[in-house]
């Protein structure tokens, strides 16, 4: 479909501006930060309009290193956007994933759900089927689009999503969070009065994705950061596991960044290294035959572990 896809599924790169979007803006360095990684995720969505195979390899692995992620975000999204849109042709994304996009996976699963919100699908479980346990981070990336793009809505009026139930909605508030580091700019008291101002029963899954979006993106430095680990007060922990997936997720896609090791260094007191070496332990004899999501029980795992070595230290 090439270029005509571009043409009738285009993003305007303005979509990924503060003003566009009507975010606020405490920090020129963040705002400049933040713009620069939505525009990295548009180039990679649009070059998954525009080619497959090893010429989209080729212009993902072009972006800068640190960036690149965001790329593959971007391009995930578009590749399942034309599978959902191609029903004789529907695999797309597995090949992505199971290929070129293989290092990347956190992030392409994420990517994955930008289009299961833009198409307003109340499912993941297509995605879901590519991976049982990060496949969760599709409802994450949906959750990440509404309060992108909707945040009066999802934000400001705190809804939910219709659409979703069950262990779905606090996926979506995973993702949601992660949206807050755009929304309130990286201002990191606005946004934990963001957090505190939502329902107390969903601030644990809010904060994570804060802490993911913190340690992945950056944007604040240390004496920020160390301040969000204090607003977090009761939710520490789950502050911490999020910046632990974003170590992983580095690790993973061998693109470590200095930022990400610092978020570390004061969410998890560990390095980025060390962080993403608890995710990986605490994958150990995961159940995933039972009523609860093993994606929740990983978590929990990270977050209960980043609190017993805090408290050992």
Known sequence: ????????????????????????????????????????????YHAALEVEGAQLAARLDAVEWELRGFAFEGAAMGLALLDTLTPWRRTRLRTFV???????????????????????????????????????????????????????DYVTRRKRPRRLKGYALRAFDQGLGRSLWFVEGADVEGIAATVEAFEVERRADLWSGVGLACAYAGGVEGEGIETLRVRAGRFAPQLAQGAAFAAKARQRAGNPAPHTDRACRVLCRLSAEAAARVTDEALRHLPHDGDEPAYEIWRRRIAGELARLKQAA
């Open 1 to 44: 479909m090439g270029g005509l896809s571009r043409i009738i599924f285009g993003i305007s790169p303005e979509e990924a501006s503060f003003r566009t979007r009507g975010f606020k803006c405490r920090d020129e360095r963040a705002r400049a930060r933040l713009e620069h990684v939505g525009r990295t995720f548009l180039h990679g």
């Open 98 to 152: 199971e290929g070129a996009g293989a290092a990347h996976a956190y992030m392409v699963f994420v990517g994955a759900g930008w289009s299961l919100a833009r198409l307003r699908r109340g499912t993941a479980r297509p995605v879901m089927s590519l991976d049982p346990l990060l496949g969760w981070l599709a409802v994450d990336g949906y959750g990440f689009h509404e309060g992108y793009f909707h945040w009066p």
